[in-house]
């Protein structure tokens, strides 16, 4: 008899939860629009509704993330940096990887 164990991808299961300081409405901001692009914009495509629509918004909360980002950099807090720049990167790169899986993004 084989004991057989699953195990949830850490690949979507959501963006880490990075700790830090609750009052540091920065860090707060990356980790809301974070979890919406984990939250809504994958579970849009995953259930056939994303949009159009949908792509322009995700389009304005790209930008405001790396705007987050680029002001962490600024202020020299690199090591918040760094902890948020590859949690972004890897949110992105699996929201882009469902797209192309989904059928709304044609691959090249």
């Known amino acids: 008899m084989a004991l057989k164990l699953v195990i949830a991808s850490p690949k979507l299961t959501g963006p880490a939860k990075l ?3 609750p009052k540091d409405t920065m860090l707060n901001s990356l980790d809301e629009a974070m979890q919406k692009i984990s939250n ?4 849009a ?5 994303h949009t159009p629509e949908l ?3 995700l389009r304005g909360l ?7 980002l ?3 950099y600024k202020q020299h807090r690199l090591k918040d940096y ?3 720049e590859s949690e972004v990167t890897r949110q992105m790169i699996i929201y882009n990887m469902l797209k192309r899986l989904f059928g709304y993004e044609k691959t090249e």
Do not use: A, K, P, R
């Not at 809504?40 to 579970?43: A, P, V």
């Not at 790209?62 to 987050?68: G, K, R, W, Y």
């Open 45 to 49: 495509l995953i259930s056939g509704t």
């Open 82 to 84: 760094m902890n948020y």
């Open 62 to 68: 790209e930008m405001e993330l790396f705007e987050l």
């Open 55 to 57: 792509e322009i918004s």
């Open 40 to 43: 809504i914009y994958m579970q």
């Open 19 to 21: 700790v830090h300081d």
């Open 70 to 72: 680029d002001q962490l």
